[in-house]
């Protein structure tokens, strides 16, 4: 390829046709995806890359392509994986906002270091995509020195700052009043006083997320979290958010945490397990909100209402709050805290009530509307290969609730919800194996037919087990000429 050749980063008008592309890079392939990334990346600076970006960061977060370093990225690695997610399920225990980063980093850039950030960006540039050791060694300077900057700033924003402290009238502007913001820049701070310990912390607790705590990861918290109680034990607390965040399960840690030796940090122990146990229930409360729509009473256990989520989704979601319900269960009897019960309780009831919104609820409308008519003089509807897939799934989630029924209270609504299943699908086979006759001498209307006796007879077998589906089986042979025993089929 010559230089004429080569790819150029897009220009002016090509950054003015950015808004219509967003929705345009989520279907591309990764490969192509990828080579778009990067060439945006030259001129991120532009209002309307930064603008895609943002549109396409959900596709990001699933492809991770190594994309180019900068000392934005850099400042962000300690506390990356507490940053809220891209999905609604995906809330780390108190996590940081994204529309923090803009204005911390803002902060640092305006009243850091000048000359050590230039000659930190200028590091980075260098660094290969992908080359961590290169950014954890650029981060060893530019995290303490950021930490200080917003610690040096904090302060006046509470107390209210001078004429001459531009760093702390700086701080409450870019954050533009906002108390919550200028707890997230607080917590921040904190884990860029921590972030080679965080970063060392992150190799033994990989891949993300853990599905079980070994003693190995126990024994690397238990070492890091020494070490940083030399630092501050009140620091303490910010290591252990991160390797909750680590985990599939975060209230493990919470178990875990009465057998670990937290060194200096140890005689605050049981705040800190308190104050851990507090957000892990909090969390559970927001984010059986966003799913069930009934909002947690606990502090900043607000949703903004249920989300509309798949059957599939939804059993999964379920599965996942009812096993950390009854772990957290476990975790914070040993903090003599009655409400925790109750609020605990409130969770399973809007876990409950969003598997029954959203699987049991549903069931007619996802599962037998997939079923065609029968033939009404004329040929009979092809089946709705998109209507038969998520019916299927439909059908998979509604046996999957059996494992839910215990703790949810769930026994008598599946079983009504799975007699009827059962029952609507037995009447619309009856009625496709009645006018099966009609069109059988026509061999295309004949296979389509048949088809649509197939994929009911699918779906029964999902909803009531193959022993339920093989009366309906043994008709469809039957009628289809399979084999020669005519036996009638009867609902």
């Not at 002016?12 to 192509?32: M, T, Y």
Request: one cysteine or more.
């Amino acid at each position: 390829m010559t230089a004429r050749e080569k790819p150029r980063p897009p220009g002016p008008q090509a950054a003015d046709r950015l808004p219509g592309l967003e929705s345009r890079l989520f279907d591309i392939p990764e490969d192509k995806f990828v080579e778009v990334v990067r060439l945006l990346e030259r001129v991120r600076d532009h209002p309307d890359v930064r603008q895609t970006f943002a549109a396409i960061r959900p596709r990001l977060a699933q492809v991770r392509p190594d994309r180019r370093p900068t000392l934005k990225r850099v400042l962000c690695m300690p506390f990356e994986d507490v940053l809220e997610g891209f999905g609604v399920a995906d809330m780390p225990l108190g996590h940081i906002e994204r529309r923090v980063i803009e204005p911390v980093w803002r902060l640092v850039t305006e009243y850091g270091d000048r000359h050590q950030l230039d000659q930190l960006d200028r590091q980075v540039q260098e660094a290969a995509p992908g080359n961590l050791n290169a950014l954890r060694n650029i981060g060893r300077r530019l995290w303490p020195m950021a930490a200080q900057v917003i610690r040096e700033a904090i302060p006046g924003a509470i107390r209210g700052a001078t004429d001459q402290d531009a760093a702390r009238q700086g701080m409450w502007r870019l954050l533009h009043g906002d108390e919550g913001m200028h707890r997230q820049a607080q917590d921040v701070a904190a884990f860029l006083e921590i972030g080679l310990t965080i970063e060392a912390l992150k190799d033994t607790l990989s891949p993300r997320p853990l599905p079980v705590l070994e003693d190995s990861h126990l024994a690397a918290i238990e070492q890091a979290a020494q070490a940083v109680a030399r630092q501050s034990t009140g620091l303490v607390h910010h290591l252990l958010l991160v390797a909750a965040s680590r985990l599939g399960t975060p209230a493990d840690l919470l178990v875990a945490l009465d057998g670990l030796d937290l060194g200096k940090a140890r005689w605050e122990q049981p705040a800190i397990v308190a104050r851990l146990g507090g957000l892990v229930v909090t969390d559970l409360e927001e984010r059986a909100a966003r799913f069930g729509g009934a909002g947690g009473k606990g502090e900043g256990g607000v949703g903004s209402g249920p989300a509309a989520v798949s059957p599939e989704e939804a059993v999964a979601i379920a599965e996942r709050l009812v096993a950390s319900v009854d772990t957290t269960s476990a975790a914070v009897e040993v903090l003599a805290e009655p409400a925790y019960r109750g609020r605990l309780d409130a969770v399973k009831a809007a876990v409950r009530t969003m598997v029954a919104g959203n699987v049991l609820d549903t069931a007619p409308q996802g599962i037998l509307t997939a079923v065609a008519a029968p033939a009404d003089h004329g040929r009979p509807v092809p089946v709705d290969e998109t209507l038969q897939a998520a019916a299927e799934d439909h059908a998979r989630a509604l046996r999957r609730c059996e494992g839910l029924a215990d703790a949810l209270g769930l026994h008598q609504p599946l079983k009504d919800a799975v007699a009827s299943m059962e029952k609507g699908l037995q009447s619309r086979a009856q009625a496709l194996l009645a006018g099966y006759p009609a069109v059988a001498a026509d061999p295309d209307a004949a296979e389509t037919a048949e088809i649509n006796l197939f994929y009911a007879l699918r779906l029964l077998e999902l909803v009531a087990g193959p022993a339920k589906a093989d009366r309906l089986r043994t008709a469809i042979m039957a009628a289809t000429g399979e084999f020669d025993d005519r036996e009638g089929y009867q609902a």
